[in-house]
């Protein structure tokens, strides 16, 4: 089992940035790739970005595409999401989540293990 806990969310302005991290327990040896997505109120989770746990290829939803950019510190077990230029439409609970097989990892149900989530409010 892996267990994932978010932090880094808050409220911000827009143009603010904010760094959100993501902490990995457990059989984190079994880590393919890890991926952030966002669920605003009242719509589905999207994706926003993931990096594979080796090598460390990236890929970024369009949205975000050069404002967000994706991390990760193997030996500290952790994915970060670096977010810039933060824009009202950003606001959501920012969730990491795991996966363990050979897969693309652009959609939710390609990633195994899941965080409770991180709020992240921008203000116009």
């Known amino acids: 089992q892996v267990q994932l806990v978010e932090s880094g969310g808050g409220l911000v302005q827009a143009g603010d940035s904010l760094r959100l991290s993501c902490v990995a327990s457990?059989?984190?040896?079994?880590?393919?790739?890890m991926g952030w997505f966002r669920q605003a109120p009242g719509k589905e989770r999207e994706f926003v970005a993931r990096?594979?746990?080796?090598?460390?290829?990236?890929y970024y939803a369009d949205s975000v595409k050069g404002r967000f950019t994706i991390s990760r510190d193997n030996a500290k077990k952790t994915v970060y999401l670096q977010m810039n230029s933060l824009k009202p439409e950003d606001t959501a609970v920012y969730y990491c989540?795991?996966?363990?097989?050979?897969?693309?990892?652009?959609?939710?149900?390609?990633?195994?293990?899941w965080g409770q989530g991180t709020q992240v409010t921008v203000s116009s």
């Open positions: 989540a795991a996966g363990y097989g050979v897969r693309l990892y652009a959609q939710r149900q390609e990633y195994d293990t």
């Open positions: 457990g059989r984190t040896f079994s880590i393919v790739a």
């Open positions: 990096i594979f746990w080796t090598g460390g290829i990236t």
